[in-house]
């Protein structure tokens, strides 16, 4: 507060003899200066006591409220910091984390897929094997047809032939025992 009245004093000594040379009309009035200067020092020290402890006051308040202000930030970054870096531990441990839960999905995934592979492969055998088997099965029964056909067509032909030997030897015979009984 005395910095503040001592450059005061010193402004006012600057610029007085400006406004006293202005206000005599052009001359100067140094009884009038220094009587002028004197009432506005008495104005400056009756105000500096009157409002000077309030603005001392005021300014001390807003002083410890800035500082209490910076000391609250300060803490509060200090605090951030500190969650910051915990939360940089909690990433770098939930990238870890999904490192190795990838890891174990690829390795899951390759188990599964060459299970997937190895029971494709036995439905593929099997079915090689099934279809052989009706292959054989339906070759055989082909063959048995063929033969069945085969023999069909020559008991047919057998009948056929049975029939005009039959046929031929009984009209033989008929004719035996007409030329017998022709006779008689």
Do not use: C
């Amino acid at each position: 507060m005395f910095n503040i009245l001592k450059s005061f004093i010193v402004f006012m000594f600057l610029i007085a003899p400006t406004y006293v040379f202005a206000s005599a009309g052009g001359e100067l009035d140094w009884a009038g200066l220094y009587w002028r200067i004197a009432m506005f020092t008495l104005f400056v020290i009756i105000l500096v006591f009157a409002i000077g402890k309030k603005i001392s006051g005021m300014t001390a308040s807003r002083r410890d409220s800035i500082v209490n202000a910076l000391h609250r930030a300060e803490i509060g970054l200090d605090e951030a910091n500190i969650r910051l870096e915990e939360h940089r531990i909690k990433m770098n441990k939930l990238d870890s984390e999904l490192g190795e839960l990838s890891k174990n999905a690829k390795d899951a995934a390759k188990i599964e897929m060459d299970n997937l592979l190895a029971e494709a492969g036995k439905q593929i055998e099997f079915m090689r094997e099934k279809s052989k088997a009706t292959m054989d099965n339906e070759v055989l029964k082909a063959i048995t047809d063929i033969r069945k056909g085969i023999v069909l067509e020559s008991i047919d032909k057998a009948e056929v032939l049975l029939k005009k030997e039959i046929k031929a030897d009984k009209n033989r015979k008929i004719d035996m025992n007409y030329i017998k009984n022709i006779g008689n």
